[in-house]
Every structure is written in structure tokens, then in C-alpha cells.
């Protein structure tokens, strides 16, 4: 439903600023041949305006998936509501929320909420990386430590959207050895851990080898970027976008 609605937002905007009529493409002695409908009249369109032919076709198709889109929509949300309506009740993974905290205890569910899913991922306890003597000291508004100031803008960030995550919790990479991903984080609808790696020194040469390395090792592992690593990458003079950080934070894990 939320594609459909996306789809219907961008072919309503796509469609206000199409041209006007509509083509007809027809083949002359083995030759294409482009004509103009509008407003009852038909007209030839030349080779040089093929810009024009390029932009009615889209204009087809963008009010096809349109009208589509809205159908199909229109029939998901009564689906929906018929549903909501049906099984307010009987959810069968809503009976274990409904009992008494003495009998949950005593019960294995089908599934368990996302509160309590959230409550023992955030429970497990890990042996975190150490940090130089001289190091300085950055803290997120959880009153965690971490390593650059961009890192406490993501930390925060994942906390202001009530995203969990761990800091810097350990994962074995096979032919590159351990790791400390800057951040694993729970996408709580999915069940999913996603790995957040910022990439802050990308102007260093060094640092930067490094980093393409360390990615080439996620994959080789199967750990893909776009799917469960996400990267973001900052030099001196182009610093981390905090707007990109909260686009990629309802992207991915919300």
C-alpha cells in the first residue's frame, strides 16, 4: 500500500507537467511514423521532435499505472479494513499480549512482541573495543562513548527514533577476522540486524584502502551494501549530511 500510494504521488506529479494529446506510431514502407492527437486534429510530428513522442508515450503510461495504482490501492485498504475489522479479536499473536504477566512467564509464543523481542536483543551483553589512552572522549545521549563527534550525531539520531542498536558489538568475518561494526542495528518490523558503518577519514589513503577492504570482506561474507550494510563517508571538507543520516535511518530500519 505505502509503494501504491508513492507510485500515485509521482505519476500525479509527473503527469501535471506532460505535454498535451496523445501519439499514434504507425509504420510507413518499413519506416515509424509519429502523429499528434489533439483536440480532435491530427498532425505529423518530424524526427527532430522525437523529444515530444518520447515525452506523450511516458505520458501513456505514467496515467495507465495511475489509474491502476488508484484501483488496486482502493482495493487493498477495503481488504485491509474488512480484515482489521474481522480479526480485531482473534489475531492469534495477540493472545500472549493479552495474558497476565505471571502466565507469560510460563509460556513459549508463536512470537514475541516487539517490546519484548527489542528488550532481549538489548540484553545481551558483549565485551566492547577498548580506546587509546589519548583518545578524546565523545558521548552520546545515552552516556556511551564513542569514537568521533559524527558518531554521536548517529547515535542519537537512532535513539531520537527509537531504533535499537549496539555499539561497536563484535562479528567474525570470515578471511578478514573479527570486527567491530560501528553500529549493528535492529530494524524491529523486519527482525533483521543491519550493520552501520560511518566511513569518516575517506581522505586519508590509508584509511581508505582499508575501508574497501573491509567492505569487499562484508560481501565476500554476504553481507551486501543496500541490504544488511549500510555506509556513510565524510572527508575534511565534506562533512557527514545529518538529514542524510535521518533519511537512511527511516530508509532501513524503521
Given at each position: ?19 498535451t ?10 519506416r ?58 482473534s ?34 551483553e ?22 568521533s ?40 518490523r ?65
Amino acid at each position: 500500500m505505502e509503494f501504491l500510494r508513492r507510485v500515485i504521488r509521482e505519476k500525479e506529479q509527473a503527469l501535471q507537467n506532460a505535454p498535451t494529446g496523445t501519439v499514434n506510431i504507425c509504420k510507413m514502407y518499413g519506416r515509424k511514423q509519429y502523429y499528434l492527437n489533439e483536440n480532435g486534429q491530427r498532425s505529423y510530428i518530424k524526427d527532430s521532435d522525437r523529444q515530444l513522442v518520447q515525452s506523450l508515450c511516458q505520458k501513456d503510461y505514467d496515467l495507465r499505472v495511475l489509474r491502476s495504482a488508484q484501483k488496486e490501492l482502493k482495493l487493498l485498504e477495503k481488504m485491509n479494513a474488512l480484515y482489521c475489522a474481522a480479526a480485531q479479536d482473534s489475531i492469534c499473536d495477540s493472545i500472549y499480549e493479552k495474558m497476565s504477566a505471571d502466565r507469560r512467564m510460563l509460556i513459549q509464543p508463536i512470537k514475541l512482541s516487539d517490546e519484548e523481542y527489542i528488550k532481549q536483543w538489548e540484553t545481551v551483553e558483549y565485551e566492547k573495543k577498548g580506546f587509546r589512552d589519548d583518545a578524546p572522549e565523545y558521548y552520546t545521549e545515552k552516556g556511551e562513548r564513542v569514537r568521533s563527534k559524527t558518531e554521536i550525531i548517529i547515535a542519537n539520531a537512532l535513539k531520537k527514533h527509537e531504533v535499537p542498536y549496539r555499539y561497536e558489538f563484535p562479528l567474525m568475518l570470515k578471511d578478514y577476522g573479527l570486527i567491530h561494526p560501528d553500529f549493528t542495528v535492529l530494524n524491529v518490523r523486519m527482525r533483521k540486524e543491519i550493520y552501520f558503518e560511518h566511513l569518516g577519514m575517506m581522505d586519508d589513503e590509508c584509511y581508505r584502502e582499508e575501508a574497501l577492504r573491509r567492505i569487499l570482506a562484508y560481501e565476500k561474507n554476504g553481507i551486501f551494501p543496500g541490504d544488511r550494510l549500510v555506509l556513510t563517508h565524510e572527508t575534511l571538507k565534506s562533512p557527514v549530511n545529518s538529514r542524510i543520516i535521518k533519511e537512511i535511518i527511516l530508509r532501513h530500519f524503521k
